[in-house]
T-cell receptor, first 112, second 117 residues
Framework: GEDVEQSLFLSVREGDSSVINCTYTDSSSTYLYWYKQEPGAGLQLLTYIFSNMDMKQDQRLTVLLNKKDKHLSLRIADTQTGDSAIYFCAESVSGGYNKLIFGAGTRLAVHP | GAGVSQSPSNKVTEKGKDVELRCDPISGHTALYWYRQSLGQGLEFLIYFQGNSAPDKSGLPSDRFSAERTGGSVSTLTIQRTQQEDSAVYLC???????????????FGPGTRLTVL
């Protein structure tokens, strides 16, 4: 069945790079997404990647996609305290519309 | 330019009572989704509405859960005879509803935190 897995927690020092990893199961996924959830807030789309791409860069964010291994990662360069949040990986699944399957989320803690 | 809104923001109820959660999508968005986020869990898909098509109810966990979308806009998620395991944050999202595989961002509301005592 459809499943998305992420590590649950990551702690980094301010200024370092953060790498959040995700694995998914649906090989037919066309888009993969990273969402950010700050405390008490809804989910905010950070970035997405089309499945025929290997990499996408957007300012401090770099998304890498290994379609063979069904592995997705999000790298945040120069991590700041404002990046502390829960990051959700999601895949779109077959069905003709944009149904998303989410991972459990990775809590990123940034410390001085 | 309002985003997706949900009400109430918090709801505390007693086991066995019915609750209604409301979602106002972004104006013009034809697609609407409900998700549930339990403590420490990812988002669990519940139901999807697209225009006048029959909704995809495949994620509803039991027949105590139902949802309506009136006039293609506002949606109400109803949970009958609530149980303690229904306690979660219920999130609504809407999107423009572009057909097929085109990129179609979902915009999320702030959620309703439901606590069943």
């Amino acid at each position: 069945g459809e499943d998305v897995e992420q590590s649950l927690f990551l702690s980094v020092r301010e200024g370092d790079s953060s790498v959040i990893n995700c694995t998914y199961t649906d090989s037919s996924s066309t888009y993969l997404y990273w969402y950010k959830q700050e405390p008490g807030a809804g989910l905010q789309l950070l970035t997405y990647i089309f499945s025929n791409m290997d990499m996408k860069q957007d300012q401090r964010l770099t998304v890498l996609l290994n379609k063979k291994d069904k592995h997705l990662s999000l790298r945040i360069a120069d991590t700041q305290t404002g990046d502390s949040a829960i990051y959700f990986c999601a895949e779109s699944v077959s069905g003709g519309y944009n149904k998303l399957i989410f991972g459990a989320g990775t809590r990123l803690a940034v410390h001085p | 330019g309002a985003g997706v809104s949900q009400s109430p923001s918090n709801k505390v109820t007693e086991k066995g009572k019915d609750v209604e959660l409301r979602c106002d999508p972004i104006s013009g968005h034809t697609a609407l989704y409900w998700y549930r986020q339990s403590l420490g869990q990812g988002l669990e898909f519940l139901i999807y509405f697209q225009g006048n098509s029959a909704p995809d109810k495949s994620g509803l966990p039991s027949d105590r859960f139902s949802a309506e979308r009136t006039g293609g806009s506002v949606s109400t998620l109803t949970i009958q005879r609530t149980q303690q395991e229904d306690s979660a944050v219920y999130l609504c999202a809407s999107s423009s509803g572009a057909a097929g595989w085109s990129y179609n961002e979902q915009f999320f509301g702030p959620g309703t935190r439901l606590t069943v005592l």
